[in-house]
């Protein structure tokens, strides 16, 4: 039983307009947030921290990591924790991690973020072969307790069975667009999230002056064949395919993809942009743009990734697989290579304009599987692109708390510093409403009810050097 925990005289930051509340302290006890006010009384056997000079924020969320399910999580968990992420959405799943969670056995590290949701396996052809199968397969991963389904890599018209048996059971179902599809028929029937900018030509084809048609040329290609049958040695081959294209999508591309990819890029009309952003809106469909994913997959030769400081947490291995992927990559023409930045480009005004038009969007790396993304350090990555693309402090750090509470159905235990929230926190030393930048200056974490100082966070990284693998 951890003792009670007492945060002397913060500024607590008021995530829903950005107030400050100064002198104000925080007192958690089992875990929870029990009191938050002027001169509280320390508890018998309390932790008293003094945290004057420091902004008290609920803790991050990476709404979009897959830490869970290869190998031991631990030092990826550990990672994110000491970056500030105190919950993430486990963005893909397997039947036993599921019925192990249920049974009970699903016991994370205490150093580790709180899993807030998880699915099944993900949607592919390989489990969806037919309209029957996609609903059986949405049934099972359900009954085992899917918090939600993903799909990945479907058909567009088996996308719609899959929607519609989730709905039917009550159960969101979020992940990549199916090429070809209807992105507006598939939002306004019941998308929770969409990832990626939906991955591939995505949301951007919605875009062009020159929809129908791209759709179609889209469509008509699938980037990747899976078999169609379900054998028993199957899914583990699946997984293992699975596990080298996650690396880096963008290398499926043949050159007839990107160049669908260069006419949706040349045809970007920014009314339908807006008009697009206006229906996701009324739709409540939210946005997890994982900019950062994005950017490392389009652009993914750039020195600028091999020389990135934060990849001294990766294992000697994951660095000599992502050297691996960076060289592939350099099988793309000059041209190919100026349509993948250019279409990433415009990703970032696509976030812009949904922000204006209040499309709900959340802040997602994809860590753990993606090239070149740091578990925890792609979180103060993707805030970065955030603020590039033009969301304002407030915004950005309103998608990290409340906004990942509020899709969650979460708020009465999530997303702000009150009583009745769980004691998960992040200390800053300089106030992140003004400042986008300060929301890195993370200088303390508080986790179900614990305070790991600034020295212990800093001690906790040099440790995890060279022992990440994802
Ligand atoms: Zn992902």
Redesign the pocket.
Known sequence: MTAPLLLRRGTVVDTRDGSLRPGTDVLADGGVITAVGEDLEAPRGATVVDVSGRYVVPGYNDM???PLGHGDPAPTLELMLAHGITGFRQ??GDLGLLRARAAGELRLPAAAPALLAMPGPLLTMLNTGTAEQAAATVREQVAAGADFVKSAAMSKERFFDAQAEALRLGVPIVGHLPAGIDVLRASSIGMKSV??FGSGLGVLACCSTDEPALREASGARSRLRLPPARLPFMDRVVAAVMRRV?LNPVLLNKAEDVEILDRAVRTFDEHHAHDLAARFAADGTWHVP?LI?QKTSKLCDDPSFAADEDLRYMAAATRRTWDRVAARFGRFTLAQRTTLAASHRYEYRMARIFEEADVRMLV?T?SS??VWVVPGAALHDEIDLLGEAGIAPLRLLRMLTLDAASFLGATATMGTVEPGRNADLVLLDANPVTDAAHLHRVTGVVRAGTHLSAAHLAATKDRLAGTVVT
């Open positions: 979009h990591a897959h963005m893909h990832e990626h996650v994982t994913r997602g994809d599987g993606a």
